[in-house]
Structures are given as C-alpha cells and as structure tokens.
C-alpha cells in the first residue's frame, strides 16, 4: 500500500512543494489536500492586475480543480483543517471530513494583520490576501467613490492602483513619513509618492488611524488628532503574520512561525511545513521565490532522496504597478561599516544607490531604471568582490556593448510589438502573454516557452525585466546555489572537487557518486563532464565522443543545411602561396560552394558535404595544413598585426610572437573557446583589448591584457601586467590558460569568469606567486603533450573516416540486398 | 514496407547513430546507452537539422541546430516545444540492423 500524504493549504507554497515531489517520485503517495479557499492554487501574487482588470480568474489559475484528478490528487476545496491529532496520525476538517496520514505538510500561509481600531468589523472592511477580498473591492468599485488604502508598502500601493483604475477616490494612509520603508531608502520613496501623485493618487503621511466610523457600512476614517476623511472602501494592508494557529493548537513548536530545520521538518518529524507560515533559521518570508526554492528541497526529503538542504534566501522586491520602475534587494539601511554608492539624475527621475561593506554589494535601491536589478543582485548573492569595478557599478551595464537588442534599456517603455529577442524574433508582447497564459515564474520557464532568451542570451535582461514587470518579486534569478544542469543537485564548482578529491575517472563514475537523476545525463552535463574529467586527467581520461557536440565530434562546424565549414588553422594569420594553392585545390576537387574570409583571419570553406570531411582533411594535411578548430571550445585564433616586421611604428615582432603563442597552445581544450591576439604597438590593429588573452608591445616590452571578447556582449581586457620578454609572456600565457581550464565553470568564458572571481583573485595566482605561476606553467604544457594531435590526420583514413560515412540503402537495394518482404 | 539492411550493429557507437541514405531521404539509425535501438526520419521538426548529428542521452536526441530535445521512442519533440518526425521499426539478426522503411 502506498503511504499517505496530506497537505493542508492549497496555496503557491504548498502546491509548489506537490508538483516538486511528482516530478520526483509520481507514484509514492496517496496524496490529500486541504485548502480553505473553495477555488483550486491560483497565482496569488496576479491578484492586483486581477483587481486591476487586467486579468480574470481563470487567467490566475496554476492548478485548477481539473489538474487535481488528473493527478490523482483528492481534493477537499472549501475545507478548513481544525485539528491535528499526531497521536493517531490524522486530520479532521471543520465539516468532520478525517484523514490519517504518514506524513503531513502544513503551508497554511499568512493572516492579513488588521490594527486593532473600533470598526473593523463594518461592511467595507476588507484585508488584501484573497480572491474574495478582490472580489469585495470590486463590488465596491461598482456603487461607491471613496477608496482608503491603510497602508503604504507593496501591497497597499498595489491595491491603491487597482482601486484607481477602478474608477475610485484613493487615499493612501502611511504611519510613517516614507512609502515603503522596508525596501526604499528616503529618497527613492519620496520620487515614487510624486510618481503616484502625478497618477492621481493622495497620500496622507504619518497619520495614524484611530477608528473607522459607520453605521453599518463604513462612512470615514478618523485620525489621531481627530480629522476624519470620507471612505466607502478601507483596504487594510499593514502586514502579515504566519498563520501557525493550526500548528499551534496541535503543539508542534512554533515561535513567529512554524519553526524549521533545514529539510522543513518541524519538530515532530512526520510533519514538514512549507511557505510563509515557516519560520527558518529565525526568518519568515513573504514572497515567493524563497518559498518556492523552500518546496523543492521539501520534496526531495518527503521523496526520501534527502541530500539537499535548505539553507535561507536573499529576497529582491519589485513594485507591480504599470510604468514604475522600482527594485529593492538585500540591507538597504548598512551600519558604520557600509559606503553607499549614489547615482542621481533629478531631471530623469532616476535615483540608485549601492550599499557597499568589505568590497561587497549588501544592498541596492534602484528607481527609474532598473534594468540592472538582476545582475546586481545576482552580484549580492554570490558575494561578488567590486574593488576593481566599483566606479562605473551604477551605469547600467546591460545595454553597453550588447548587440541584438537596439540598445533599449528599459520593457515599460516599450509596446508590446517590441522585438526583445532578435535571435528568434520574440516580441514583448508574446513574452507578456506567455508568462500570464502559461503561468511561467523563472527565465528558464520563458525561454522554454517563448524561445526568448534561449540563443545568444543578449535580451535576458530584458526578459527578467519583462517577468518582474509582470509578476513583481524576483522570478528571474535562479536558485541561490545554481546545480549545474537539471540532471544533478550539485554545482559546477562542487563537481570538479569530486572530481578531483574522489578521484573519479569516468562519466559514469561521475553520475553514480553524485547521484545523477538521470542514467544517462543530458546535453548540457555530459560535455561538461567530459571536458572536466579531460581536464583533471590528462593523458589519463579517454575522451567520449558521443558526449562532445556535433562540431567537436565531426571536427568542423555544422551549417544551417546539414553540411560543414572547413578552416584549416593560419599560424598568427600568416599563410603561404603552397598553402593557398592547395586550399583552392581542396575547395575545386569537393566542388566548395563558398570560400570565405573569417574575421580571424583565416579562410573558410563552406558547405563541404559530411561524408566528403576526410577526404578534404587528407587533402589539406599532405600541404601541412592542420584543423583550426574553428569548432571547439579550444583555442581559436591568434590574431596578430605585421608589428616591426614590416609597420612603420611596430615595435616588437608581434606577428613572431603570436605564432609561438598559437604553437604553444593550440590544440587546447578550454570551458569556452578562447582567442589571443597579439599587437605590436598601442594603435593595436590586432584588438588585442577584445581578446581572452591580448598582447599589446611597447617600446619596452609587452603589456598584457586578459578577459576581453567581442561578440554579444562586448567587454575590453583588464590590464595584468607588463613584461619584458617573450619567454615570459609565453609563460604567463600557459599559466593563465591553465587556471580558466582548471577554475572556471564549463561554458563560461574568460570574461564572464573574471568578473566573477575578480581580476584581484587572477593577478595574486598569475603576477605575484611565481611558484604557482610555474606550476600552472607546466600543468599546462604537460597536458598539451598528449592533446597536440591534429584530430584532422586522425580522422582522414581508416575507421574513423567511415564513421562520417551513411549506408546507402539505394544502393543495397538496388545490387537486390533488401532482406525478403520487399515488393521491388 | 520492407526490411532494409542497415549495416552491422558495432559499426553504430553508443549514444550515437549512423545515417541511411534512403529514396525518401535519409534516415537516422539511433543506439542508445542501454543498446536500445531506433530508426527516425533524420530531419527535426523544427527546421529540419539532422538529428543524427545530435547528442544521444536516455532514448531522447538534442538536435545539434537548435537544442530541441526529440523522444527517440515517439518521434515528438519534448515539451514545451511540438511537432513530430517519422519513426520506423528497426531490427537487429545476428548482429545485423534492418530498418522497415516504406517502398519507393
Ligand atoms: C566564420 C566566422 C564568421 C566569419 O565568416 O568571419 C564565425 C562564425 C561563427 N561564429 Fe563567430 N565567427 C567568426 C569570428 C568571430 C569573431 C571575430 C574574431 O574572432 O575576431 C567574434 C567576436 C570576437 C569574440 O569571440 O570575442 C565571434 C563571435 C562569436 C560568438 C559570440 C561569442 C561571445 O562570447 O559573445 C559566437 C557564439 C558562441 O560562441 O557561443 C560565435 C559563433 C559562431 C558560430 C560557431 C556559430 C555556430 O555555432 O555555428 C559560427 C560558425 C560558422 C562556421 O561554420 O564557420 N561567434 N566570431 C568567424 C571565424 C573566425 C575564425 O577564423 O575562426
Ligand atoms: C495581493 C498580493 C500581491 C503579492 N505580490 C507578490 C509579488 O509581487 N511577489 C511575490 O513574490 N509575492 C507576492 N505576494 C506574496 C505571495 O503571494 C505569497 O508569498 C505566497 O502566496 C505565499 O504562499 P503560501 O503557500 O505560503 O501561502 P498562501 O498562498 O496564502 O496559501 C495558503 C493557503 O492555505 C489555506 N489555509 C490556511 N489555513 C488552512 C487550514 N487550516 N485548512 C485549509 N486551508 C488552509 C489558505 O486559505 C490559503 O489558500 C503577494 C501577495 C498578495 C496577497
Ligand atoms: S556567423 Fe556569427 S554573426 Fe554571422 S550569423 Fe553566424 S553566429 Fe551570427
Ligand atoms: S532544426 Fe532541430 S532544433 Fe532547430
């Protein structure tokens, strides 16, 4: 017999940690749920664009009653769950409804705080949790003109705005001198009251609420000092308190909350509890994206997996109200400790302020433009060290250097037939109605659904703008520990310790000692294992093919139509007439539709058929050409300038200098591709200042530059060092090739990998410890030893060249080989 | 239909495929990691990449143009995405492969 799961409270928490656990283990329990609300879990967060009108109840929906049988699920809508009895094991609702269970999950949310004033309990009292408050605000919105938000934090400002969209006279009462003081500094709060001013809303400030005078419905609110002002409609919004009456009342330990362990087990261990009634580590929280990282671990311990744990949230908060831009996150108040970082353009009504302690972001208030919350806040999280970026911090980063998206900066300006995506052509407007229609909460969720975001990346912060406008709170960012694909709970870092601590030596090893959930991983984890393992054990790990993508397993770049490019590799750009005599012979023997100049300076042949690879391959070696491994995340090109060579003002022989570079270090394989250039004097006609690793001489010696790159997102090198000869840079060129190998995580590139480690963390390896430099040094030749092969003479004859090989059907069938049946 | 030969079974790697020219086109050949096999038209529905040349994980393909993720048993592109390529019967006799492949 299966094991009996009760869940009391159908809302988002709740119903979160279900889903979790049938993705997990479908089949393991009978499940029952309670929930007070006659309705199915609906998207409670969308009630203001509900009470707005810019949604209906049906929209809202995330799992409707239709969703429960499917599932199997009993469903008691409409039923409050009133006593516990742990003894027996079981549940009784307030109709007498029993059910026992094995194990119990409470997620019975918040109570709506109501100050305790004479006349709450008149007709036109509403708190703001639930579709029924809605539904009364807008019975009253039909017949009546007087609104009164008590209140001026999210919640409240969001009621006053659907209540004045309503058609309604609103007043927003606020205790203290501040709108939401919890997320905005003074400042910031002062341009959002003017904002909501402009917008028609009243505000009365520092006005304590004394009554609420009627009859029987209510007629006025009454201040402290006796003025009163006229309501048909309070809005009480001044807070919530975890609803632990139930837990309460059957003795299971609470204090503010229901107080939980790191696996959400309460006290007594048969009960688990989950969302905003939970208490853990001394925090309650009230927004979901904490709860819903709370839900998943919930449900890999009641699953009986029990390796993850719960170890608290940072919350960010955005304000849901159409055209204004506001986020919060993190201390906005600091101690003696913290610096602030101010931005303020009075005119534009754009006002940001970083709080910075120990080089560490701990907090950030943003108005007006808030397209880089996202990434600040990410930066909080993972505790990033801004001592070397901390001056351009506040000037927003997403659109500098970003291609794809027509430099726009800010969704709420934008119509809803604003191309977001250029990759796949997604449109605001497409993106908004997905998020609503398909109830999507993460960027992984719209990217799935919409495609925006899912190729080239440029618009995701665009996209996370597009979610947080839409679903207020932070959706956008993933969990506070990222696990490196959905196949495993583990991160990239945690994986290449094992690796390397455990010793393990195989892809499957891998899988068995981290308890993959997949037998077989997928397309994101398996090359990611292949190159760390290719990585730590050089020499050692035999490569899996079948683990890399297409391109580095046929060695050439698939095209749009099936065929490939061929790019032999040009050492530091500098070619020969027997070397461009045979490419032209190569591209008329296979019959090469297009012979193309690559912006790396090489020549690429396009649309060689598969089966034709290794005869081009062999064709090109015999002239001593090799693979340039245009395809692989390896080493690309070298780009160089004709330095002192030639140039009238070169100074150092940079084209020499970056072919001994390409000699040392191609056939490398890396976590991203990886380019040099090398420049032979400050005019820089290589780019070296875009490069993963850039060398700019000078009259004396060579500056070196690392992190850059071109492409979607444009970043310029930050400066290393300055040396004076070529072994040297040779040297610290290996050295720090081979600390991205053995540091950053699988498809990250140098740029993004150096500003997550800090250019501080690089120099104290590469420039200060010369010991360390040395062994990187030598790590790193040690490894090129057994991968400077050219793969192309590998693959050009014998067994593996038939692998690019189909088997002609036509041709069996034809010489009368198909097997008996055949009707020919 | 008819039982065409489809070359040894070793000649397939795991977690890989071979491709079999046909008169309607080619044909994907599909050995997964528990040498499970199947035989899908080589074209993704999306916008017709070759799935052959995809990376082979469980009994799904990742299509190597755009990451669609295709059910090896079904044919359909894992959800949220949609859309179908046609799937055909594959044997294996004394370590020989056949794929039923329609006639013509
Ligand atoms: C052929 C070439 C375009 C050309 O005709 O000039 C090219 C072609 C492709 N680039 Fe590129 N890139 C080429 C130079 C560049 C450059 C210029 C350079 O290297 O100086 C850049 C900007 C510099 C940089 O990388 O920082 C560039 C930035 C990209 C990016 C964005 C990288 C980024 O970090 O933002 C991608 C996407 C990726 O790698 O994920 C990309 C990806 C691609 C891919 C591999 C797309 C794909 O996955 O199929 C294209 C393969 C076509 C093929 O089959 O050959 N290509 N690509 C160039 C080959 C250079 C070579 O000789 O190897
Ligand atoms: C208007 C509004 C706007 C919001 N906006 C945002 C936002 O922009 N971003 C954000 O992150 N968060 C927002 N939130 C907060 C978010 O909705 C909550 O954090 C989340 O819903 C909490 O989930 P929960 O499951 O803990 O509680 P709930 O979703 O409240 O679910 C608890 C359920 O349990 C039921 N219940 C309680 N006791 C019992 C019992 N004894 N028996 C049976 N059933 C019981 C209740 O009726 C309720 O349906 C908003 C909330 C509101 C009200
Ligand atoms: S070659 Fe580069 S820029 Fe051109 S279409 Fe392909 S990926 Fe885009
Ligand atoms: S063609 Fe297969 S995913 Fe686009």
Known sequence: MKSKLVLVGNGMAGMRAVEELLKLEPEMYDITVFGAELYGNYNRILLSPLLAAENTLDDIMLNPTSWYDDNGITLHAGKTVTTIDRAKRSVTADDGTNVPYDRLILATGSHPFMIPVPGIELDGVVSYRDVDDVNKMLASAKDHTNAVVIGGGLLGLEAAYGLQKQGMNVTVVHLLDSLMERQLDKAAAALLKASLEKRGLRFEMEAETKAILG??????VQFGDGWEIPADLVVMAVGIRPNIDLAKSAGVYCERGIVVNDSLQTYDPRIYAVGECVQHRGDCYGLVAPLFEQAKILANHVAEYGYSRYEGSMVSTKLKVTGIDVFSAGDIVGDGKTEEVLFQDPAKAIYKKLLIKDQKITGAVLYGDTADGARIFQMIRDGIDVSETRDDLLFTHHSVGDSGTAGVSSTTSMTANTEICGCNGVCKGTIVETIVSKQLFTLDDVRQHTKASSSCGSCTGLVEQLLADTLGGDYSVSAAKKSACPCTEFTHDEIRRAIREQELKSIPDVMAFLDWTTSDGCHKCRPALNFYLLCAWP??????????????????NIQKDGTYSVVPRIWGGVTSPAELKAIAEVAQKYDVPTVKFTGGQRLDLLGVKKEDLPGVWGDLN????????????????????????????????????????????????????????????????????????????????????????????????????????????????????????EEAHYLERTAPWIERVGLATIKTVIVDDAERRAQLHARFLRSQSFSQHDPWAEHATGEKAMTFMPIDALRQERAGECAEGSTQ | MSWCPAGGLSQIPARGARVLKTGNGNVAVFRTFDDKLFALADRCPHRQGPLSQGIVHGTKVTCPLHDWVIDLSTGSAVAPDSGCTSTYPVKVEDGLVYVDLPNG
């Not at chain 1, 009859?215 to 006025?220: C, K, T």
């Not at chain 1, 020499?539 to 050439?556: C, P, V």
């Not at chain 1, 004396?700 to 997102?713: A, M, R």
């Open chain 1, 622 to 741: 015999s002239a001593g050409l090799v693979s340039g491994h245009a395809y692989g995340k390896a080493l690309r090109t070298v780009k160089t300038c004709v330095g002192s060579e030639w140039c009238r003002f070169g100074t150092q022989d940079s084209t020499g200098l970056g072919i001994k570079l390409e000699r040392m270090a191609w056939g490398s394989w890396h976590p991203h591709k990886v380019k040099l250039a090398v420049s032979g004097c400050p005019r820089n006609c290589a780019e070296a200042t875009i490069k993963d690793f850039g060398v700019v001489c000078v009259d004396s010696g060579y500056e070196l530059h690392v992190g850059g790159n071109g492409g979607i997102k444009i970043r310029a090198t930050d400066f290393l060092c300055k040396l004076e000869t070529e072994e040297e840079v040779l040297e610290y060129c290996g050295a720090f090739l081979q600390l991205y190998r």
């Open chain 1, 215 to 220: 009859a029987s419905r209510v007629e006025s």
């Open chain 1, 539 to 556: 020499g050692e790990y035999r490569d899996d093919a079948q683990s890399r993508f297409i391109n580095e397993r046929a060695h050439a």
